[in-house]
Every structure is written in C-alpha cells, then in structure tokens.
C-alpha cells in the first residue's frame, strides 16, 4: 500500500521559511516522480512543484518561482520543498503527491496533508 506522510507545516510570519518533509513507502521510491500540491479554502487545488524520479529535473509554479525548491533523498524515500520568503498567499494545505510516470492533476498517489500558515 502506498503511504505518503507529510511533515513540517506550521505558522510562521511573512518572509520566513519552512521546509516540508513527506516520508513515502509501499512503492519504489526511487522510481516515481514525486511533488507537492497546495489547496487553501474555497480554492482548488494548485500544482507547486515536483521532481523527477532521479532528481534531475524540477519543475515549479511561476507563483513560487524563486522561493520554494524541491528535492529529494531516495536512500531515505523522503521529498522535500523548501519554502523561503513565505507569503500570507501561500497559505494552505500542502500536500505530497506520488506518479509512477510524472506529476499531474491525476496523480494517483497522496498524503493526508500538513497545514503552511503565513502571517503578515
């Protein structure tokens, strides 16, 4: 069973920084793409970032463009997103998100999510 546990949300103040952790198991790690969803109240679900299976590729939203890096350390089945220069708009629920091929809106694999709360 595949199992996708986020970690390390919380509240911090404008301009500050969190890094997520998601703690993955019950598939290859090291052979899927992972990355990271957001979803505030009364919004849909946005695309973050993800990362290919090796780590040589990443891709981003334009929204945070500059301030958020994914990666991940396979021996250990863990993806992270560093978040740096937060913003009140980046408030949401962030989710970690698991695609044998690549990350999409489909992707069949989720977590339960971890809570990013930015204060001005």
């Known amino acids: 069973q595949v199992t996708l546990v986020e970690s390390g949300g919380g509240l911090v103040q404008a301009g500050g920084s969190l890094r997520l952790s998601c703690a993955a198991s019950g598939f290859t790690f090291s052979r899927y793409a992972m990355g990271w969803f957001r979803q505030a109240p009364g919004n849909e679900r946005e695309f973050v970032a993800s990362?290919?299976?090796?780590?040589?590729?990443?891709y981003s939203t334009d929204s945070v463009k500059g301030r958020f890096t994914i990666s991940r350390e396979n021996p250990k089945n863990t993806v992270h997103l560093q978040m740096n220069s937060l913003k009140p708009e980046d408030t949401a629920v962030y989710y970690c998100a698991a695609d044998p091929k690549r990350i999409t809106r489909a992707t069949p694999y989720w977590g339960q999510g971890t809570q990013v709360t930015v204060s001005s």
């Open positions: 990362i290919t299976w090796d780590g040589g590729t990443t």
